[in-house]
């Protein structure tokens, strides 16, 4: 990747060559989709320093059997969150197990970056950390439906084409204009602050007779609602692009999560294949140009084609969505499946009482157990 990113292009007229290397490396890393992460135990970095290896080893192999630990009690309490995405813990010794493991793969995400919604089990996907984003999709890759999926009968040709609907999947999102979003509200905000200023400045001056003054804070008035009323605007595009991409990612979640276990199965199969890797095909974030268009001076101003573009998508988007959810499944002799969507959506979101009881405390490890007793045992003597 790093060769890649330095034979592209000449660095030998850069002022910063490291800024110009990392922004070539994220272009040809944006989209993809992480590889499931190693155990613990297998991410131990040499160490000439046998006494310091042999404790990041232990820390490692302790870090293991916390996850499975993990399983184990979710398992035993079955919190709201893992009975929605998981479904009620099997009977059979073998199905128990392999809930969970996959209880494990979101229980350590939820632990490990304090994500503690009660019905959600694992919310959006993060951007601001590999490490996060990396475990958030392995817990993304351990859900699936309520009644399990086995992927192990599928052929190869099958499991590619499962994998190859997470490219088409992604084409249609809505772009991602959070930043741009909030961005908008505080410019909008801070504009007609502006133009109330200008205005009872502009009212001052004519008091006094100092009309050049008024002119002046007139003119500011005016160029400060204007400047609002742009924001407005575009703030309203952004938040309907965000509420399409909150639409977009519930809609198509289940087909994504598919294509990532196709992916995973595929790669357990081959894995000395040389698969390239899965990439999400989503529109880019907003350039720093993109964004500056937003911003020129209110006589020159026009609006940004990209805008339009946007626009345009995120139309396109709801009516995919719209289309997708008017749906039914198909079925003529079992009537109980008549009437039922063939695409699902999120599942319904219900209010809890006020006073919860306090969340179950996760057993210690044996050897921590056994240290604590004889840390007591040691004071009581």
């Known amino acids: 990747m790093l060769a890649r990113a330095i034979q592209s292009g000449s660095l030998s007229d850069v002022r910063d060559v ?6 070539r490396v994220r272009q040809q890393t944006q989209g993809l989709v992480p590889q499931p992460p190693k155990p613990w135990s297998e991410r131990v970095p040499e160490d000439d320093h046998q006494e310091r290896h042999d404790y990041l080893a232990a820390v490692g192999k302790a870090m293991d059997d916390r996850q499975q630990r993990l399983g184990e009690f979710i398992a035993a309490e079955a919190p709201a969150w893992a009975e929605r995405a998981l479904g009620p813990v099997p009977d059979d010794p073998a199905e128990r197990q392999a ?7 979101v229980a350590s995400y939820r632990e490990m ?9 694992i919310g959006p996907e993060p951007v601001n950390s590999p490490e996060a984003r990396q475990m958030w999709h392995a817990a993304f890759n351990a859900l699936g439906p309520v009644d399990g999926q086995d992927l192990r009968g599928l052929s190869d040709g099958q499991l ?4 190859s609907s997470y490219e ?3 084409a249609w999102a809505p772009r991602w204009v959070s930043a741009e979003l909030r961005a908008a509200r505080q410019c909008a905000d801070d504009a007609e602050r502006d133009a109330v200023l200008s205005a009872a400045r502009a009212e001052a001056a004519r008091k006094q007779e100092e009309h050049d003054q ?3 804070h007139e003119g500011k008035a005016w160029l400060s609602r204007t400047m609002a009323g742009r924001h407005r605007s575009n703030e309203a595009e952004f938040a309907k692009t965000m509420e399409a991409r909150k639409d977009w990612e519930e809609t198509t979640r289940q087909a994504r999560h598919d294509a990532l276990a196709a992916h995973s199965e595929y790669m357990r199969r081959h894995p000395d294949t040389d698969l390239p890797p899965l990439k999400s095909a989503e529109p880019d974030r907003l350039s720093e140009e993109e964004q500056a268009q937003l911003h020129q001076p209110a006589e020159t101003y026009e609006s940004p084609a990209w805008l339009a573009d946007m626009a345009e998508r995120t139309r396109a988007a709801n009516e995919e969505i719209a289309n ?3 749906m039914e499944v198909p079925h003529e002799e079992d009537h109980e499946w008549q009437g039922q969507p063939a695409w699902a959506g999120g599942l319904a979101q219900h209010r809890d009482a006020i006073l919860q009881p306090p969340p179950p405390e996760i057993p ?8 604590a007793a004889e840390i007591d045992r040691e004071a009581g003597e």
């Open 324 to 326: 997708r959810r008017s």
């Open 214 to 216: 008024a002119q002046l």
């Open 160 to 163: 590619l084409m499962r994998r």
């Open 18 to 23: 490291g800024a110009v290397i990392d922004s």
């Open 113 to 121: 970056f304090a994500y503690s919604d009660p019905k959600e089990p």
């Open 99 to 105: 809930w969970q493991d996959r209880a494990s793969a």
């Open 364 to 371: 210690p490890a044996a050897e921590v157990a056994e240290r």
């Open 168 to 170: 088409a999947e992604t």
